[in-house]
């Protein structure tokens, strides 16, 4: 019996005519842009078949998972927190010495998540959070990450060149402002409290809610002015 | 996991595409199936979320950056079904035939770095756990990271803090541990700690003078200071 050389498969027309259909049939490598898209498409919908046939997942739980993801949870539900602590002293020093609990005062369920932290921005100092490793975010206080958050560009930069990143995102902030950046890196998760905006003392708490942006709760923006 | 997933830092990168406060939206069927099918198989103990994380830090590299965020959790949803051996690649291609489709126009299987020791969690749900010995530190305290990664495969101590000197400044109760819990060795309940590092500390002493980060720490990577770090305690 001869000895086959690691690339004899490689030279052998059989084996390459293989490999091929090898490819072929387990899915395309190349695909990009929308025939990307529709091939994830293909190979979702055979998984949510078998994990249905398996009795893993139901039918209606992906129906249920777009409208809790893109109507019932957002940052609508962060604001009411926010708002909350910028009429309220003794609720914000209740979310600053326990977030996780406080933030059922004003009617908002964590879920899962099991450790939430308030940062509280104040003259001079301004905290922005991230995720380095992953995308960690508070889906429950904010809903759906942003895809900014979740990028490269982002995920790398914010460490480093914070006050670069901030401003190029349409965040000014001057040099002598203290910038603090909370990195995700394990289960707790950071909600910013932005300053309230001058000009507001007549708002009452929901009319102050409708201020609060997304953007101003991850420390890259700052709430809205009447 | 020394992998393209550990961001921080790393040069290159450009502009962050950002539209102020943008709605965002489940935008298509195929992601909402990636986000629900994650979660079932969360709750049924087929992985967790740090074995979900680390087949995401072990997808091919070259695979990692095309792929969108959920387009990540796809694929991790395959590479859990297949090695929790909920289904096999000739079954997936089987559906996908049944269903009407040329396995051709699927995306590809995910392509990962092998690991050992991928179990399902059969423990009670959660992360927080009462433990019965206390903490090693406490806000204040001056510690040093560990210089490399504090074992193969899953952990949480990015490149960029390694050997690095900071202040506790917050101090949590105990968590899961994501560097067992992810191969399937055990919870091994850690305290937690947010540690403050000066940016001249972790980027060098042309860095912004008025930056700080902060990193949420197992003890377990943590050692008292060996030097005097740039920061201090500042909660």
Redo the contacts between chains.
């Keep these: 019996m001869s000895e086959q050389t690691p690339s004899h498969g490689h030279e052998d027309g059989h084996d390459h005519d293989h490999d091929h259909d090898h490819?072929?049939?387990?899915?395309?490598?190349a695909?990009?842009g929308d025939?990307?898209?529709?091939?994830?498409?293909?190979?979702?919908?055979?998984?949510?078949?078998?994990?249905i046939d398996?009795g893993?997942?139901t039918a209606t739980?992906?129906?249920?998972?777009?409208e809790t993801?893109?109507t019932r949870i957002?940052?609508m539900v962060g604001a009411r927190v926010v708002a909350r602590a910028w009429v309220d002293d003794d609720f914000k020093a209740r979310l600053q010495a326990d977030a996780t609990g406080a933030v059922t005062e004003v009617g908002v369920n964590p879920g899962?998540l099991?450790?939430l932290?308030v940062v509280v921005n104040e003259p001079g100092v301004h905290h922005v959070v991230c995720c380095?490793?992953?995308?960690c975010y508070p889906w429950t206080i904010l809903?759906?990450?942003?895809?900014?958050y979740?990028?490269?560009?982002?995920?790398?930069?914010i460490?480093?060149?914070?006050?670069t990143?901030l401003a190029?995102?349409?965040l000014e902030l001057d040099?002598?402002?203290?910038?603090?950046?909370?990195?995700?890196?394990?289960?707790?998760r950071y909600l910013v409290v932005p300053e309230r905006p001058a000009g507001t003392e007549h708002l009452d708490e929901d009319a102050l809610a409708q201020l609060v942006?997304?953007?101003s709760m991850i420390g890259?923006?700052r709430p809205a002015t009447p | 996991m020394e992998g393209i997933?550990?961001?921080?830092?790393?040069?290159?990168?450009?502009?962050?595409?950002?539209v102020?406060?943008?709605?965002?939206?489940?935008g298509?069927?195929?992601e909402?199936?990636?986000?629900?099918?994650l979660?079932?198989?969360l709750r049924?103990g087929?992985t967790n979320i740090d074995a979900h994380?680390h087949r995401?830090e072990r997808l091919d590299p070259t695979r990692y950056?095309?792929l969108t965020?959920w387009?990540r959790w796809?694929a991790a949803?395959?590479s859990a079904?297949v090695e929790q051996g909920?289904?096999d690649?000739s079954?997936?291609?089987a559906?996908?035939h049944a269903?009407g489709?040329d396995?051709?126009?699927?995306?590809?299987?995910p392509r990962m770095h092998p690991v050992d020791g991928l179990e399902s969690r059969s423990n009670q749900?959660?992360?927080?756990r009462d433990v019965d010995h206390q903490p090693r530190f406490a806000v204040g305290d001056l510690v040093t990271t560990l210089r490399h990664p504090p074992q193969p495969g899953h952990h949480?101590?990015?490149r960029?803090c390694r050997g690095r000197s900071g202040a506790i400044v917050?101090s949590?109760?105990a968590?899961t541990l994501?560097d067992t819990v992810a191969h399937g060795r055990g919870e091994h309940p850690t305290y937690?700690y947010?540690v403050a590092f000066a940016?001249t500390e972790?980027?060098g002493p042309e860095?912004?003078p008025?930056?700080?980060?902060?990193?949420?720490?197992?003890e377990t990577y943590l050692e008292p200071a060996r030097t005097e770090p740039h920061v201090r305690a500042d909660p």
């Design positions: 490819d072929r049939d387990h899915g395309h490598e695909l990009h025939a990307l898209a529709r091939g994830q498409a293909i190979r979702a919908e055979a998984l949510e078949q078998i994990l398996k893993i997942l739980e992906v129906d249920n998972y777009i993801w893109n957002g940052p899962r099991e450790r932290e380095t490793l992953c995308s809903g759906l990450p942003p895809n900014w979740k990028s490269p560009e982002y995920r790398s930069r460490v480093r060149e914070p006050r990143v190029e995102m349409g040099d002598d402002v203290r910038i603090q950046v909370w990195d995700s890196s394990a289960e707790v942006t997304r953007d890259v923006g | 997933h550990d961001m921080g830092g790393v040069e290159g990168y450009g502009r962050p595409t950002h102020p406060n943008e709605e965002v939206n489940v298509t069927r195929w909402a199936i990636s986000g629900a099918a979660f079932a198989l049924s087929v994380r995401i950056l095309p965020y387009g796809l949803v395959e079904m909920v289904a690649v079954e997936i291609e559906t996908i269903k489709h396995p051709a126009d699927s995306a590809a299987p749900p959660g992360f927080l949480r101590l990015p960029y917050r949590y109760p968590f994501p937690l947010a940016a972790l980027w860095a912004d008025a930056q700080t980060c902060h990193l949420d720490l197992f």
